[in-house]
């Protein structure tokens, strides 16, 4: 089978980048022949925000160029992971032009807010969902803070919902978990053209039972990540426990000042996958602190991979996965104490053996590669079978 990727990359590498590259890398080694067209966000920079603001809605630049990758390559499935912002939906009309089925993954919110996450003034923000003018996002010009960036994203999805983009030119939505889905079809999507597959992080092999102490979050240190409340948390934690931090982004200074003030804070750069895979094999609890939706953070599922348990946030998309008592446990989004009372209450708990165990069972029975493998070729063989007819 031949796919061609499709995909706008984060200014700040996260999780939608990684995954794009998990999987093309896991469908080549099944034979499949897999090539990848990228915008960059940067470009922003280089072509200023009015030009970018045109792109939003439609890259005649992206059209064409996917349009030529689709003539030279000859995909049987073309697989949009993120066209936003500068790709812009036309790389959906471009392939379906061409004849060719059409499948997008939703690493995030951005078909229901301009932001991505769903959040608004450091709260969770429904206004927008649902709506075809998503008029609240210019109001509080919610993209970048600017109102000629808010109006060309919001001008983008109210455009191409209007003209049946996303309900005619995409013939799958990939959700990564059914509070994802639930959305897809609020803003429109037919329910049979959604389908849920988690995200897989890779096998490390048998856990290791070898915690050493320490508490850590891995991900980019920005505010919806939670990292401010991390910090907070390890103000007010009165105990020895170490957390390390690794990543990166634009809360870095934040985050260094903070190790600078407390030697239990240690932080990290962007790590390797299997420089990470150690850290978190070491850890005797992963943090997920999000304080937005997040599509699934890779966070938990590497987590369970190695068989550590995860601490996460009680927002309402992924936090479900996390089984109190048996995988980790849950602490109030955005509450410092909370979190603090959390660490500390997992930290008293003498034989954690069980946790680890239980971790890693979550891993092999939702988020493995070969499951994930298996149920995205199966939605490719469908999307396939059924073009000739669904067109």
């Given at each position: 089978?031949?796919?061609?990727?499709?995909?706008?990359?984060?200014?700040?590498?996260?999780?939608?980048?990684?995954?794009?590259?998990?999987?093309?890398?896991?469908?080549?080694?099944?034979?499949?022949?897999?090539?990848?067209?990228?915008?960059?966000?940067?470009?922003?920079?280089?072509?200023?925000?009015?030009?970018?603001?045109?792109?939003?809605?439609?890259?005649?630049?992206?059209?064409?160029?996917?349009?030529?990758?689709?003539?030279?390559?000859?995909?049987?499935?073309?697989?949009?992971?993120?066209?936003?912002?500068?790709?812009?939906?036309?790389?959906?009309?471009?392939?379906?032009?061409?004849?060719?089925?059409?499948?997008?993954?939703?690493?995030?919110?951005?078909?229901?807010?301009?932001?991505?996450?769903?959040?608004?003034?450091?709260?969770?923000?429904?206004?927008?969902?649902?709506?075809?003018?998503?008029?609240?996002?210019?109001?509080?010009?919610?993209?970048?803070?600017?109102?000629?960036?808010?109006?060309?994203?919001?001008?983008?999805?109210?455009?191409?919902?209007?003209?049946?983009?996303?309900?005619?030119?995409?013939?799958?939505?990939?959700?990564?978990?059914?509070?994802?889905?639930?959305?897809?079809?609020?803003?429109?999507?037919?329910?049979?053209?959604?389908?849920?597959?988690?995200?897989?992080?890779?096998?490390?092999?048998?856990?290791?039972?070898?915690?050493?102490?320490?508490?850590?979050?891995?991900?980019?240190?920005?505010a919806e990540k939670g990292v401010r409340t991390i910090l907070r948390a390890?103000?007010?934690?009165?105990?020895?426990?170490?957390?390390?931090?690794?990543?990166?982004?634009?809360?870095?200074?934040?985050?260094?000042?903070?190790?600078?003030?407390?030697?239990?804070?240690?932080?990290?750069?962007?790590?390797?996958?299997?420089?990470?895979?150690?850290?978190?094999?070491?850890?005797?609890?992963?943090?997920?602190?999000?304080?937005?939706?997040?599509?699934?953070?890779?966070?938990?599922?590497?987590?369970?991979?190695?068989g550590t348990p995860v601490l996460a946030s009680d927002v309402g998309n992924?936090?479900?996965?996390?089984?109190?008592?048996?995988?980790?446990?849950?602490?109030?989004?955005?509450?410092?104490?909370?979190?603090?009372?959390?660490?500390?209450?997992?930290?008293?708990?003498?034989?954690?053996?069980?946790?680890?165990?239980?971790?890693?069972?979550?891993?092999?029975?939702?988020?493995?590669?070969?499951?994930?493998?298996?149920?995205?070729?199966?939605?490719?063989?469908?999307?396939?079978?059924?073009?000739?007819?669904?067109?």
């Amino acid at each position: 089978m031949k796919i061609l990727q499709l995909h706008n990359t984060q200014l700040s590498r996260g999780g939608a980048d990684i995954e794009l590259e998990r999987e093309a890398a896991g469908l080549r080694g099944r034979g499949h022949q897999v090539e990848t067209m990228l915008v960059d966000n940067r470009e922003i920079e280089q072509i200023g925000s009015a030009r970018a603001a045109i792109k939003a809605i439609w890259n005649q630049d992206a059209f064409a160029e996917a349009g030529r990758q689709i003539r030279d390559f000859g995909p049987d499935v073309v697989h949009v992971h993120t066209p936003f912002p500068l790709m812009s939906p036309s790389v959906f009309v471009a392939a379906s032009r061409r004849g060719v089925p059409v499948v997008a993954t939703g690493h995030s919110f951005r078909y229901s807010c301009v932001t991505a996450i769903l959040q608004r003034d450091g709260e969770l923000c429904h206004d927008c969902v649902g709506k075809v003018l998503k008029l609240p996002a210019i109001r509080h010009r919610c993209y970048k803070d600017s109102l000629p960036g808010s109006v060309a994203m919001v001008s983008s999805l109210a455009i191409h919902r209007s003209a049946g983009t996303f309900s005619h030119r995409v013939d799958r939505f990939i959700a990564l978990t059914p509070f994802m889905r639930d959305l897809f079809i609020a803003e429109g999507i037919p329910e049979e053209r959604v389908t849920v597959i988690f995200n897989a992080a890779p096998d490390p092999g048998p856990p290791r039972n070898e915690p050493r102490g320490y508490a850590v979050f891995t991900g980019r240190f920005v505010a919806e990540k939670g990292v401010r409340t991390i910090l907070r948390a390890w103000e007010l934690l009165d105990a020895e426990i170490p957390i390390i931090l690794a990543g990166d982004g634009p809360l870095r200074p934040e985050i260094e000042a903070a190790a600078a003030l407390d030697h239990r804070i240690t932080v990290l750069p962007w790590l390797s996958s299997t420089e990470v895979t150690e850290l978190l094999a070491h850890a005797d609890i992963s943090i997920v602190a999000s304080e937005w939706y997040e599509g699934l953070a890779l966070g938990l599922t590497e987590s369970f991979a190695v068989g550590t348990p995860v601490l996460a946030s009680d927002v309402g998309n992924f936090c479900d996965l996390v089984i109190p008592g048996y995988s980790g446990d849950h602490f109030r989004s955005g509450d410092a104490a909370d979190l603090a009372r959390a660490i500390g209450q997992f930290f008293a708990v003498t034989d954690r053996t069980s946790f680890r165990t239980n971790a890693r069972r979550e891993y092999d029975s939702m988020f493995s590669p070969e499951l994930q493998l298996d149920r995205l070729e199966a939605l490719y063989d469908t999307v396939i079978a059924e073009y000739p007819s669904g067109r």
